[in-house]
């Protein structure tokens, strides 16, 4: 079974940055990609971005230019760079391992909160 840990999340004022990063148990296919989603109250998960270990990336349009997605193959980790944080960012963020960048995978982490304040 795939485990997933995150760590990373916050309080930061609008304009700052927060890093994330998510370590996944095992290098398998099922953690060929890895990636974050966030959700807010009453609301699906959403797409923030994707990356796989061929170096494959895929981010949703709110944070293009804004958002980083990396991956470190040899420590299993991927990390999420978020500069320019607006409070619309504030959300839970999991992190999710699947087959590639562009499919929702089967694995999730326990979510970590970010909280932008205006």
């Known amino acids: 079974q795939v485990q997933l840990v995150e760590s990373g999340g916050g309080l930061v004022q609008a304009g700052g940055s927060l890093k994330l990063s998510c370590t996944a148990s095992?290098?398998?296919?099922?953690?060929?990609?890895l990636g974050w989603y966030r959700q807010t109250p009453g609301n699906q998960r959403e797409l923030v971005a994707r990356i796989s270990r061929q170096g494959t990336t895929n981010y949703a349009d709110s944070v293009k230019d804004r958002f980083t997605i990396s991956i470190d193959n040899a420590k299993n980790t991927v990390y999420l760079q978020m500069n320019s944080l607006k409070p619309e960012d504030t959300a839970v963020y999991y992190c999710?391992?699947?087959?590639?960048?562009?499919?929702?995978?089967?694995?999730w982490g326990q979510g970590t909160q970010v909280t932008v304040s205006s």
């Open positions: 999710n391992a699947g087959l590639n960048a562009y499919t929702m995978g089967n694995y």
């Open positions: 095992e290098s398998s296919l099922s953690t060929n990609a």
